[in-house]
């Protein structure tokens, strides 16, 4: 149906493919899943169980893996 451009194959390239860990990633990615710890801990704690408690911790969960993903994909 339709072709991929250039710039489109690089960008799937890219980030569908293993970023290895360079420099102070790894502490980064760490530092980041703690934060996200405790903030999700803080919404259980202070919101009782429900949907919108589960749609803040999905949302919580993007946050840190979207974050990291630009860690890893973004540089070099």
Do not use: C, F, W
Request: aromatic fraction near 6%; proline fraction near 5%; charge should be neutral.
């Amino acid at each position: 149906m339709y072709q991929i451009d250039p710039i489109m194959q690089k960008r799937l390239d890219n980030d569908y493919k293993y970023h290895t860990p360079i420099n102070d990633q790894q502490d980064r990615y760490v530092t980041l899943r703690n934060a996200g710890k405790q903030l999700a801990e803080l919404i259980v704690t202070l919101s009782p169980p429900s949907r919108e408690q589960s749609v803040a911790l999905t949302h919580l969960d993007q946050v840190i893996m979207n974050t990291n993903a630009a860690i890893a994909r973004n540089e070099k």
